[in-house]
């Protein structure tokens, strides 16, 4: 069993930045990819970024290319996001997620096998 627990979300205005963690517990972190996903209301959820198991190899989503960054602290367990030039259409829940079949980076969302609870990222206009 694996369990993800994210934080960093909040509030923030247009063009300012978070940084959001997912720590990890129950498996040996550093042998699995890791992935974001993001969900807003009314629409489905979405690729946000991957990265490997050993933070080699990273994928991001065209809408966050060069202003989002993955990366991940296998000794804390922990995989990260910072989020810079926050937009309005970046409001949404941010779900991390553990793909314990694979350690390279993948962005579809089926074959991550275990999900955080979430935290809500609101940017204001």
């Known amino acids: 069993q694996v369990q993800l627990v994210e934080s960093g979300g909040g509030l923030v205005q247009t063009g300012g930045s978070l940084r959001l963690s997912c720590a990890v517990s129950?498996?040996?972190?550093?042998?699995?990819?890791m992935g974001w996903f993001r969900q807003a209301p009314g629409k489905e959820r979405e690729f946000v970024s991957a990265i490997n198991w050993v933070g080699s190899s990273t994928n991001y989503a065209d809408s966050v290319k060069g202003r989002f960054t993955i990366s991940r602290d296998n000794a804390k367990n922990t995989v990260y996001l910072q989020m810079n030039s926050l937009k309005f259409e970046d409001t949404a829940v941010y779900y991390c997620?553990?793909?314990?079949?694979?350690?390279?980076?993948?962005?579809?969302?089926?074959?991550?096998?275990?999900w955080g609870q979430g935290t809500q990222v609101t940017v204001s206009s």
């Open positions: 129950g498996r040996t972190f550093s042998n699995y990819a």
């Open positions: 997620a553990a793909n314990l079949n694979s350690r390279a980076v993948s962005g579809i969302s089926r074959v991550y096998n275990y």
